[in-house]
C-alpha cells in the first residue's frame, strides 16, 4: 500500500510530505527521508523550520496509508495534491506581503 508520512504543526497545517511504497520502504525509512527533505530544505531557505500558517515550531510525524495500491495509481492525486498546495503557499506568501490596514 501507498501511505503518507507528514511533518505536522498541532493545527495539522502540513508543511512538508512524503509518499512511500509500504512493499519497498519501511515508514521510519521515509520518515528519515522526510526529515533529510526538509534539513535540506531549510538550510537552502526553501522552507522555515515552522508552521507557515500559524507560526508554531511544535512539528511532528505522521505516517498514514491512502488508499491507493500503488505510485502509479496514486500519482496523480498526489499531483493535484501538489499543485494545490504550491497554489495555497502562493495565496499565503501574497498575503503576508500585502500591506497592512
Same mark, same amino acid.
Not at 57 to 77: C, G, H, I, Q
Given at each position: 500500500?501507498?501511505?503518507?508520512?507528514?511533518?505536522?504543526?498541532? $493545527?495539522?497545517?502540513?508543511?512538508?510530505?512524503?509518499?512511500? $511504497? $509500504?512493499?519497498?520502504?519501511?515508514? %521510519?525509512? =521515509?520518515?528519515?527521508?522526510?526529515?533529510?527533505?526538509?534539513?535540506?530544505?531549510?538550510?537552502?531557505?526553501?522552507?522555515?523550520?515552522?508552521?507557515?500558517?500559524?507560526?508554531?515550531? $511544535?512539528?511532528?510525524?505522521?505516517?498514514?496509508?491512502?488508499?491507493?495500491?500503488?505510485?502509479?495509481?496514486?500519482?496523480?492525486?498526489?499531483?493535484?495534491?501538489?499543485?494545490?498546495?504550491?497554489?495555497?503557499?502562493?495565496?499565503?506568501? %501574497?498575503?503576508?506581503? =500585502?500591506?497592512?490596514?
Amino acid at each position: 500500500m501507498i501511505h503518507i508520512v507528514q511533518c505536522l504543526c498541532p $493545527d495539522r497545517h502540513c508543511v512538508i510530505a512524503v509518499a512511500y $511504497d $509500504d512493499a519497498e520502504t519501511s515508514g %521510519e525509512e =521515509a520518515q528519515r527521508q522526510l526529515q533529510a527533505l526538509l534539513k535540506n530544505a531549510v538550510d537552502q531557505r526553501v522552507l522555515n523550520p515552522w508552521c507557515g500558517i500559524c507560526l508554531s515550531w $511544535d512539528l511532528y510525524y505522521e505516517d498514514s496509508v491512502t488508499r491507493f495500491r500503488t505510485m502509479e495509481e496514486a500519482k496523480p492525486a498526489l499531483a493535484q495534491c501538489q499543485t494545490d498546495q504550491f497554489a495555497s503557499r502562493a495565496l499565503i506568501d %501574497e498575503a503576508q506581503r =500585502a500591506p497592512q490596514n
